[in-house]
């Protein structure tokens, strides 16, 4: 059974910059496409940012040209660089894993607080 662990949330000013992680077990992550989500308090869960299995990035467009997702096949980790980070981007980042099946794996999702 796969499961994600998320971590490097945490508390931020504006401006500033974070790097979530997301570590998969089992082995199918390779064959996964990765992305990141993320949920700000009474609003619903957003998509942020997705990697195919060969490299292929794509994001929405509040966070392009300030987050690069990444993936590392070998750790079966997949990252989240945040950079100029602003309190619009305060939220619950989780991790998704989506398998050949098209089924939706989540992590447990990690805090990011930008203060202002």
């Known amino acids: 059974q796969v499961q994600l662990v998320e971590s490097g949330g945490g508390l931020v000013q504006a401006g500033g910059s974070l790097r979530l992680s997301c570590a998969a077990s089992?082995?199918?992550?390779?064959?996964?496409?990765m992305g990141w989500y993320r949920q700000a308090p009474g609003k619903q869960r957003e998509w942020v940012a997705t990697?195919?299995?060969?490299?292929?990035?794509n994001y929405t467009d509040s966070v392009k040209g300030r987050f690069t997702i990444s993936r590392d096949n070998a750790k079966s980790t997949v990252y989240l660089q945040m950079n100029s980070l602003k309190p619009d981007d305060t939220a619950v980042y989780y991790c998704?894993?989506?398998?050949?099946?098209?089924?939706?794996?989540w992590g447990q999702g990690t805090q990011v607080t930008v203060s202002s």
């Open positions: 089992g082995n199918i992550f390779p064959i996964s496409v």
């Open positions: 998704n894993l989506r398998t050949v099946l098209l089924i939706n794996i």
């Open positions: 990697v195919t299995q060969k490299g292929s990035t």
